[in-house]
């Protein structure tokens, strides 16, 4: 009996370790000159999620630069996009929105109908849209990201990795930094409604200045955020976090020591290797016959516990290195 009890309390041990070090994958660095401070698994393939919308704004941002659509055309909604899944504005057959609705609907509330319009709108379809998407994500250095639609929706082909996602923040940054303020709007109003947005980490982190959030059972809670302390830029990445709330706090605590400078420089996101390393997890339980669960009502779930852990947190750093 001692000899079981032993072995029991052993495996029980080891699987509590194993749980506190759960997967995932990650990269923190410096907006300025592209430095790593920080990474886990980062050439690891995975499923993006909702961060693939970050690419489709990346397209509709370079539209606009081209003078190809106007932030105020207006759009109409095909049968496809009414058809999306959770998460979505609610939009109806033929319904009009403009570009301009669109892209705050995708940075605020993940809409997946309001996505589908604005790829359709550039590319006629959402397949002709994604492979675009790919084309582009290649001629950006995003050499292990594959697309297969616009919103993230689970597809098996469809691939990322968090060194990839943290070079596409990078490039939008830099190439559209007239659009790239959107990314820190946290409300909208649509038909006579307010719409807040479900980025926690938006809303509370000091300096932050947005990009997405994204989830499916594959994926588990991605994350990308941008930040600016004292004069200086970090861009950060979580990928299969395994709770709303765990993804919030490995970011909080990446941008925390980032800006607290307990980081040294790895590599450079631009001479850092590319290969990808083996297949995507299949991160949550979940993911048997499941196909995508609306953002929001995971975000809510853990706001008001998860908005004070990140409060504390950002708190007690800035008073270490005060």
């Given at each position: ?14 699987l509590v370790s194993q749980t506190s070090q759960a997967r995932h994958a990650a990269i923190l660095i410096d907006a300025e000159n592209g430095n790593v401070l920080h990474e886990v698994e ?189 004069g200086r830029r970090l861009i950060g990445v979580i990928l299969g976090g395994h709770t709303s709330g765990e993804r919030y706090d490995l970011m909080v605590n990446q941008m925390n020591h ?65």
């Open positions: 009996m001692k000899l079981f009890l032993l072995t029991f309390n052993a495996i029980c041990l080891l980062a050439t690891q393939s995975w499923y993006p999620a909702s961060l693939t919308k970050m690419m489709t704004l990346y397209m509709t941002f370079d539209a606009l630069n081209n003078r190809q659509i106007h932030l105020h055309d207006t759009m109409h909604t095909s049968h496809h996009a009414a058809r999306q899944p959770n998460s979505r504005l609610g939009l109806h057959y033929n319904e009009r929105i403009t570009v301009e609705e669109a892209v705050l609907a995708i940075v605020t509330r993940s809409a997946n109908d309001a996505t589908v319009v604005l790829a359709e709108h550039l590319a006629v379809t959402e397949d002709n849209f994604a492979i675009r998407m790919t084309a582009k994500a290649h001629s950006l250095g995003m050499y292990n990201t594959y697309f297969m639609n616009a919103t993230g929706l689970p597809n098996d082909w469809q691939v990322t990795t968090a060194r990839d996602m943290a070079l596409l923040a990078l490039k939008i940054q830099r190439n559209f930094p007239e659009y790239y303020g959107y990314f820190a709007t946290h409300t909208m109003s649509f038909k006579g409604h307010e719409l807040n947005g479900i980025n926690k980490f938006t809303a509370t982190y000091e300096g932050a200045e947005g990009m997405k959030t994204g989830f499916t059972c594959n994926s588990g809670y991605n994350l990308v955020s941008s930040a600016r302390q004292n980032g800006f607290g400078g307990d980081y040294n420089v790895l590599t450079n996101i631009f001479t850092m290797p590319t290969q990808s390393a083996g297949l995507p997890p299949h991160q949550l339980g979940c993911a048997s016959g499941a196909v995508h669960e609306p953002e929001e009502e995971h975000h809510n779930k853990h706001h008001r516990h998860t908005t004070k852990r990140m409060k504390l947190k950002a708190h007690r750093v800035r008073h270490i290195h005060s």
